[in-house]
């Protein structure tokens, strides 16, 4: 009931509160690129439509599938052995602190996402945040995302899970790389500020 409820969370959330981001898979696909490239921003959009769709629609396909994973699992639990059971990690507690987790991940989420969501698309670029669950993290959005990702691997612990969660991280460190970049260029020192005080990823 809880994985069912925090999908349930994530749906609302990409429905009604999702939030703008210059390094989305849609921006960074349908986007052209820049009379005057500067920063990794610029020079993911100036990529041919071709490589756009390897490089950051596939990724994000592939994402969505292994987000998929406990879904399938909650409906069909005899499905597990197609994503390969890990057995040393079956124990009666790692259940619980996934159940943990996930409700973590998506409280997180949730928070920062309504709080961006009060202002304007403009205005979310244009002024950030500082403040509350931004105070102690830079991306409170995708910490989120990374808890509720790792409890389903405590809940559902299997190989394609666990094994997806570091091409996952790692796809989506270098988004967040891609868009810091961005908004020091557009926001000058305020952000740099923020950057130094502020760690990305909780104590990261």
Request: charged fraction near 20%; hydrophobic fraction near 50%.
């Amino acid at each position: 009931m809880v994985v069912l409820a925090a999908y349930a969370s994530l749906a609302l959330e990409l429905s009604v509160f999702a939030v703008p981001s210059e390094a989305s898979t849609r921006q960074l696909v349908a986007s052209s690129p820049s009379d005057e490239p500067d920063g990794d921003l610029d020079a993911a959009r100036g990529r041919s439509k071709i490589e756009k769709l390897l490089r950051f629609g596939l990724p994000t396909v592939l994402g969505v599938a292994l987000f998929l994973v406990p879904i399938v699992l909650v409906f069909l639990p005899e499905r597990i052995e197609y994503v390969w059971p890990i057995s040393a990690l079956q124990t009666t507690w790692l259940p619980w602190l996934g159940v943990g987790l996930i409700v973590a991940g998506r409280g997180l989420t949730l928070r920062a996402a309504m709080r961006l969501r009060r202002r304007s698309a403009q205005q979310v670029t244009r002024q950030l945040e500082f403040d509350g669950v931004f105070g102690f993290t830079r991306n409170p959005i995708l910490v989120g995302m990374y808890l509720f990702y790792l409890g389903n691997c405590c809940v559902f612990p299997c190989v394609v899970l666990v094994a997806g969660l570091p091409p996952y991280v790692l796809y989506m460190h270098a988004r967040v790389r891609m868009e810091e970049g961005y908004l020091a260029r557009e926001l000058g020192e305020p952000y740099e500020a923020y950057l130094r005080r502020v760690p990305r990823y909780l104590l990261f």
